[in-house]
């Protein structure tokens, strides 16, 4: 894309902006899913911290760690979603840090599905050796080298937007979108080559550990039945995470048949692509985990368990007084 269909973009964007209902209705439905995710995801991340069985499991760690993730690119998508709408464009160096960091999040979440996938073949297949990889030390290495790895990718957009726009750009105003900002040729040609090994990466390490896991025995044990599924369910949700990466074509194509529905499309193709991969995280262990739900169902109820300590001391308090 170059930088005159990105203006001609911007041109027809400002041209179909909502009106006011709509805009209202839109921005209350995308807040609404958020602060609904959010709420089943931070009563995760208080369970996980109240109970010093989850902190010391590494299965545990990379799957909260995966959950607030999640928080921080919801939010911001959400974030950024409502700024579109209402101030429709921001200061370039504003909208630098909230895209650099929607980013670092959106390409954490397949890394970190990697992750847990090679824990479980390393729990199912590797049994005698998990206690000695599988530590909590390696865990949390694991996830730095999750965000290293995340910011070697966007930080050559940052060098190469620093490089080919001129100074007054830094102190206009854009539409915040990673193509109206890293609009280079370049970097979206790097964009998309890193998306590409990424990915291939990624499903690789899923299908090997799948099929390790397939094979690990004869007659499948309930754990490593348990370990396929949870597989199959990253799969499922790295393929919500791909959406990201072909929605600018499947936009244009949407566009292309229903030219004079773009609001509803935009609309649409947000909700889709960045809400509801969110909402797949808390049902793999959230909801399937026995052991987690279990500690964590007192909690997304709000439900509060009063001790019968004080009440036996009020009792024994209450005793009748010797008649002397």
Excluded at 75 to 81: A, D, Y
Excluded at 271 to 293: A, E, K, M, N, W
Aim: glycine share 2%; charged share 15%.
């Amino acid at each position: 894309m170059n930088l005159s269909s990105v203006n001609d973009t911007s041109t027809w964007t400002v041209n179909q902006r909502d009106n006011f209902t709509s805009a209202v209705t839109n921005n209350l439905i995308v807040t609404a899913l958020c602060i609904s995710i959010n709420y089943i995801n931070s009563t995760l991340v208080h369970t996980f911290r109240k109970h010093q069985m989850f902190n010391t499991n590494p299965r545990y760690i990379l799957f909260i760690h995966l959950v607030i993730n999640d928080m921080m690119q919801l939010i911001l998508s959400t974030l950024l979603h409502i700024i579109s709408y209402a101030l429709h464009t921001v200061s370039v160096p504003v909208c630098l840090v909230l895209l650099i960091l929607a980013i670092l999040a959106t390409l954490n979440t397949p890394l970190n599905l990697a992750g847990m996938a090679v824990e479980c073949y390393v729990a199912i297949c590797l049994p005698l050796r998990h206690g000695h990889f599988c530590t909590v030390r390696n865990t949390w290495i694991l996830i730095g080298l999750i965000w290293t790895a995340s910011a070697f990718s966007i930080l050559p957009d940052l060098f190469i937007l620093l490089a080919t726009e001129p100074l007054h750009f830094f102190h206009s105003e854009v539409l915040c979108s990673r193509d109206f900002v890293f609009r280079s040729s370049y970097s979206l040609k790097k964009r998309d080559a890193s998306h590409i090994v990424c990915l291939v990466l990624v499903w690789l390490t899923l299908l090997y550990t799948y099929f390790r896991i397939l094979f690990a025995a004869q007659e499948a044990t309930a754990d490593t039945k348990k370990a396929r599924n949870t597989i199959l369910l990253h799969g499922f949700q790295l393929l919500l995470c791909m959406l990201t990466y072909v929605k600018p074509m499947f936009e244009q194509g949407l566009l292309y048949v229903l030219p004079d529905r773009y609001r509803d499309i935009r609309f649409a193709c947000h909700v889709i692509v960045q809400i509801l991969p969110r909402f797949v995280s808390p049902i793999v262990y959230g909801l399937r985990d026995q052991t987690f739900r279990r500690h964590m169902r007192r909690y997304l109820l709000c439900r509060v368990r009063i001790s019968s300590q004080p009440e036996n001391v009020l009792m024994s308090n209450r005793r009748p007084m010797r008649v002397k």
